[in-house]
């Protein structure tokens, strides 16, 4: 059967899965003040920062509308869609509406709707993960069933450089803002299974941060031989490198992967962010 793989923006997709017609972006709009930016291939890294960090407001994001889901399910037999954790954003909630409005006039189509309770690379595993299981010749049911054991079992962590969008949302008090800049205080997030997102740790400074994210990897990776390490950066490759040289001194990945990130993930993780999932 013919497939398409759907994800919502903050799938941050490799430039070979962009050339892969089975791979498909519904865009948010990310809001910083007056500007409204749509997150796809026009979407400014540079130019998106730079609003950000001259913003007293925190940026915001609004998630993809049912019709904009709905035009991607035309085609393809069978449609997956891959979600930005539904605790960070109404994406799965949108998409669900959008599959069950589709399904009513296309009643042969196969489609499930994946809550990835993650972001980012997180998303990113889950469809090169649906991609592998298709190639295997794998039918739907199958397919679906795999992949969400294999949502189960994945990790998402990352580490800001930047505590401002955090302060700006109101997630964490000026004081505690100030403190952390004056103290270099960087600190390491990991997402929860319900794909809400918690603290790990801290440390002075991003690369004592980083280490202890790779400790933390190295600690509890299950099967690493079987799995890819997803690296994302915003605007800092040679930190995505650094990760990567680090944990595969240490832990035989099948495979690393790097991307840079598209808006959403951008948004997250702010100038100079990293962002892993394994």
């Given at each position: 059967m013919s497939y398409k793989i759907i994800g919502d923006s903050?799938?941050?997709?490799?430039?070979?899965?962009?050339?892969?017609?089975h791979f498909h972006i519904v865009p948010l709009t990310l809001q910083v003040g007056e500007d409204s930016i749509v997150d796809?291939?026009?979407?400014?890294?540079?130019?998106f920062l730079k609003l950000v960090s001259e913003s007293p407001v925190a940026p915001k994001s609004s998630c993809p509308s049912p019709d904009a889901y709905m035009e991607l399910f035309k085609g393809e037999e069978?449609?997956?869609?891959?979600?930005?954790s539904s605790n960070l954003s109404g994406s799965f909630n949108s998409a669900e509406v959008a599959k069950k409005l589709y399904l009513e006039e296309n009643p042969h189509k196969n489609i499930e709707v994946i809550n990835s309770c993650s972001a980012s690379v997180g998303q990113t595993l889950i469809a090169l993960k649906i991609q592998e299981f298709a190639g295997m010749g794998l039918g739907f049911k199958e397919i679906t069933e795999r992949v969400r054991k294999f949502r189960e079992s994945l990790s998402t962590k990352f580490v800001l450089e930047n505590l401002d969008t955090l302060r700006k949302s109101g997630r964490l008090t000026g004081l505690k803002a100030i403190i952390s800049s004056v103290l270099n205080i960087k600190p390491v997030m990991y997402g929860t299974p319900e794909g809400t997102i918690n603290k790990l740790d801290?440390?002075?400074?991003?690369?004592?941060a980083l280490g202890i994210m790779v400790d933390s990897v190295e600690k509890d990776v299950k099967n690493p031989e079987e799995r890819i390490f997803a690296i994302a950066h915003c605007n800092n490759a040679e930190r995505a490198k650094f990760v990567r040289e680090e944990i595969l001194k240490r832990v035989s990945f099948k495979d690393c992967i790097i991307v840079d990130t598209a808006g959403v993930s951008t948004m997250y993780a702010g100038d100079g962010g990293i962002i892993i999932s394994y």
């Open positions: 903050c799938t941050d997709l490799t430039e070979e899965m962009r050339k892969d017609g796809d291939r026009t979407f400014n890294q540079a130019r069978d449609i997956y869609v891959i979600t930005l801290q440390a002075r400074g991003i690369q004592k």
